[in-house]
Every structure is written in structure tokens, then in C-alpha cells.
């Protein structure tokens, strides 16, 4: 059985951001493990102190798509990794944010292109 997978039109969002880690008790998150606390902020949020991965771009997924969908991070991960291109990926409630390293995003931009989505700019640019 063939899959065809969806097209989605994510927004880049404005921001540049840094994946960062903070000792567990530092705070709670959803992203808190039992060996740290992975936080997601704006880049120049972070302390100069704190251990982080800056320069990643934010991609938002837009929206709507049931909750019961699936493939929705594989329609656009599958062309990435084709690419050799990497990424970090948040879920909310709503939506789904994958994160790229800002240094790729015109590859990303052309690889995701090709799998036939559409980057829109973040309306707040």
C-alpha cells in the first residue's frame, strides 16, 4: 500500500532560538527528563552561562489538520533527511514546530521546495 504524504505550508518564524540544557531541578518543563531540562527560547534569552545550541530557525506547521493525522512531521522530515539536512522538532497541543540550524535554511528552503511545500514568512517580518 502507497502512501501519498501531505503537503504542508509552515511559516518561518522571524526569531532565531537556542536548544538549551539546564540542570533538572532548575525549573519544570514538558521537556524535563529525569537527566536534565531541555529548554527553547529566543537565542538572546539564554545566559551567557547556560550550555546551549545557538542559531536554529523555527518552522511553525500550520494548521488545520486533524489530531488523528498522521505523518504530519514525516511529510516534511522525509526531505530533509534526503537532504542530509538535520532537525530538532517541538509538538504542542496545536501544532508541530521542527527547528533547523539557521545555517541551513536556504537547503532546507530548496529541499522541502522540491517535496513540493511551501515556506511562507512569518507575517510579523
Not at 509552515?10 to 540542570?23: D, G, H, N, V
Not at 518552522?59 to 516534511?76: G, I, M, Q, S
Request: aromatic share 6%; net charge neutral.
Amino acid at each position: 500500500m502507497t502512501t501519498t504524504l501531505r503537503r504542508f505550508e509552515p511559516t518561518l518564524l522571524p526569531e532565531r532560538f537556542a536548544i538549551s540544557q539546564l540542570a533538572a531541578e532548575a525549573c519544570f518543563s514538558v521537556t524535563r527528563t529525569s537527566d536534565e531540562l531541555s529548554v527553547v527560547c529566543e537565542q538572546s534569552r539564554v545566559p551567557a552561562a547556560v550550555p546551549s545550541q545557538p542559531a536554529w530557525s523555527v518552522l511553525k506547521v500550520r494548521r488545520p489538520f486533524a489530531w488523528n493525522e498522521v505523518a504530519v512531521l514525516t511529510a516534511l522530515a522525509s526531505p530533509l533527511a534526503k537532504a542530509k539536512l538535520s532537525l530538532c522538532t517541538i509538538s504542542t497541543f496545536d501544532t508541530d514546530y521542527p527547528l533547523v540550524a539557521s545555517e541551513t535554511l536556504s537547503a532546507v528552503g530548496r529541499a522541502l521546495e522540491l517535496a513540493r511545500h511551501k515556506i511562507h514568512r512569518s507575517e510579523t517580518e
